[in-house]
């Protein structure tokens, strides 16, 4: 079965140790074992994220136990997490035109 | 533990034994090339610093340019120049001196003109390797070296494995009595908070805040969208969402030792243990600061994917020939059949198929630090000649 790495407990995302197609069901990982299944709703490539639970939009993105961004829309427990719904939480693309 | 090393006058151990012959002007990098390149054991350190910087960056540029020469893998510098630039090449060379090796200062201002400076640095250039390779390698307790890291080519696994191999390398270094340098003052945005409270007092912590707010304001200042530069559009291909997750995995290369100091950029630590330097994220940059800092080995973590598919070529991984560096890969290349992994010193994607723990590459990083410090080639050390100028971290205009 394909896996996915939860690098802290805190987090609501987990890194694809390989190439998840949508509708895989793989398996969870953390630092001290398998956690679980999950079934992947997006084709998620290898090092890619997807999340471990509903990210409300504005709501934190957790890797490392720590704050990766923010969710620029609602995603779904078994989505793709990458650019096209996270900015960062720190330096976020300026909203007005320069 | 030991290494075998070279003892140099001021009680510093170099790992190497090169004559640097180090172009005090861009003016005269073509005179400076020419002389490294016609003496056996000589190496040329050119660069494009011009004479129309302010005073910020031409302190950078003189740290670099002292630093590299009074590195302690230098056996002897010479430096040579016009006379006319900034720095001078008479203040380089006092800057070096303080090392007490063996540096001379060759100008066109002070010769009878360009043949006989040419002349006069290739005859200093030959006494000098023949001087070098004199020199005997002796055992030096592991607390003489000073390790230096930069992750290059992330991705989303660089944290996991490569960065975690190196955060447990510089901790037995440290434990050992050594030192390690990490800067990319922009690549702790995220992470800043979780290395302040590392630092070893409030001093500390404040000066380290205060580095990373100045990035951020730079960055602020350009009312620009950084995604694609930050993180770069092949971490971004690699699943690097943001700068702070960026960040986070590059912040395990730094172990969990305390914080001792904040470094300019290209500045030496005045003491032992981990310590930051300001200065940004290009790899070329950070390493001519790290080379000028007395940094003996540089630790290159390579995320792997598409970075590990074109063999580290040496604009890339910021060759500074004085300073060799072990690369390690944290992920498989691509395509995923190739056999780029050979131009590797450390193969660590062993902890993402889970065949080897973090503590066992760490371990095998470790040996080879020490075959390395104590002679052992890189695999970049194996390569040709070919070498790009140094690079230095500016902050000001040129006028």
């Not at chain 2, 005859?123 to 930069?150: I, N, Y």
């Amino acid at each position: 079965m394909k896996r996915a790495m939860m690098i802290n407990p805190k987090d609501n995302t987990a890194t694809a140790l390989d190439d998840i197609q949508a509708g895989d069901t793989i398996n969870l990982a953390s630092k001290s074992g398998q956690v679980g299944e999950i079934r992947v709703r997006h084709a998620v490539p290898f090092g890619h994220k997807l999340a471990l639970a509903s990210i409300g939009k504005g709501d934190k993105v957790l890797k490392y136990g720590e704050v990766i961004g923010l969710a620029t829309q609602l995603i779904n427990k078994g989505d793709y997490v990458h650019v096209h719904n996270v900015e960062s939480a720190l330096l976020p693309p300026p909203k007005e035109v320069k | 533990m030991e290494f075998l090393g070279y003892e140099r006058p001021d009680g510093s151990v170099g790992v190497r034994n090169h004559v640097a012959v180090i172009s005090s002007g861009r003016c005269a990098n073509e005179m400076a090339f020419t002389i490294a390149n016609t003496v056996q054991g000589a190496v040329p350190f050119i660069h494009t610093h011009p004479c129309v910087r302010l005073k910020d960056d031409n302190d950078r540029a003189l740290r670099v340019l002292a630093g590299i020469g009074g590195n302690p893998n230098v056996a002897a510098a010479i430096v040579l120049g016009i006379g006319c630039e900034n720095p001078s090449p008479a203040k380089i060379g006092e800057e070096i001196a303080k090392s007490k090796k063996p540096v001379e200062v060759l100008t066109v201002m002070e010769s009878k003109g360009f043949q006989d400076l040419m002349d006069r640095g290739l005859a200093t250039a030959r006494r000098m390797v023949s001087e070098a390779s004199r020199m005997q390698r002796k055992p030096f307790a592991l607390s003489h070296l000073t390790l230096g890291v930069k992750c290059g080519g992330s991705s989303a696994v660089s944290g996991m494995a490569g960065n975690s191999v190196t955060g447990r390398v510089f901790d037995r270094l440290i434990a050992e009595g050594g030192t390690a340098i990490f800067s990319e003052t922009t690549e702790v945005i995220g992470a800043d908070h979780l290395l302040a409270k590392r630092a070893i007092n409030e001093e500390v912590a404040r000066q380290f805040q205060k580095a990373v707010e100045r990035m951020e304001a730079r960055i602020r200042a350009t009312r620009e969208d950084i995604r694609g530069t930050q993180p770069t559009r092949g971490n971004i291909a690699e699943g690097l969402t943001t700068i702070e997750e960026k960040s986070l995995g590059a912040l395990a290369k730094t172990g969990t030792s305390p914080l001792q100091g904040v470094l300019e950029y290209a500045e030496r630590p005045p003491g032992k243990g981990l310590y930051f330097m300001d200065g940004s994220a290009m790899t070329s940059e950070l390493i001519s600061g790290e080379a000028a800092a007395g940094v003996h080995i540089h630790i290159y973590n390579v995320g792997g994917g598409i970075s590990s598919s074109f063999r580290c070529p040496p604009g890339w991984m910021g060759e500074i020939p004085i300073l060799p560096q072990i690369a390690v890969v944290s992920s498989q290349s691509k395509p995923r059949d190739s056999q780029e992994k050979e131009f590797f010193d450390i193969y660590a994607n062993t902890i993402v198929e889970g065949t080897e723990s973090v503590a066992q590459v760490a371990d095998r990083l470790f040996e080879e630090i020490i075959a390395v410090a104590s002679g052992k080639l890189t695999k970049r050390e194996t390569r040709s000649g070919y070498q790009e100028p140094i690079v230095m971290y500016t902050t000001g205009p040129i006028l």
